[in-house]
């Protein structure tokens, strides 16, 4: 299992980490999430590569802004 660190921008609460949460999920391939609205970290565990762009892109649809870190 793998797991990758994302920082995301505009979360301020535990409906935003939600959202985030429901939409990097839907990702094929994604095992596990933790996300947290004070640090602004998104960690992803993972069985099968999943692409950056892929978990930047399910953040966007979230409302918010992710780059790996």
């Keep these: 299992m793998t797991t990758n660190e994302y920082q995301v921008t505009g979360m301020s609460c535990g ?3 939600a959202s985030v949460r429901n939409e990097v999920t839907k990702l094929a391939g994604v095992a596990g999430v933790e996300v947290s609205a004070k640090t602004g970290r998104l960690v992803i565990s993972t069985d099968s590569p999943v692409d950056d ?4 892109a399910a953040v966007d649809e979230a409302g918010y802004t992710a780059v790996r870190i």
């Design 15 to 17: 409906h935003c980490e």
């Design 53 to 56: 762009d892929a978990v930047v």
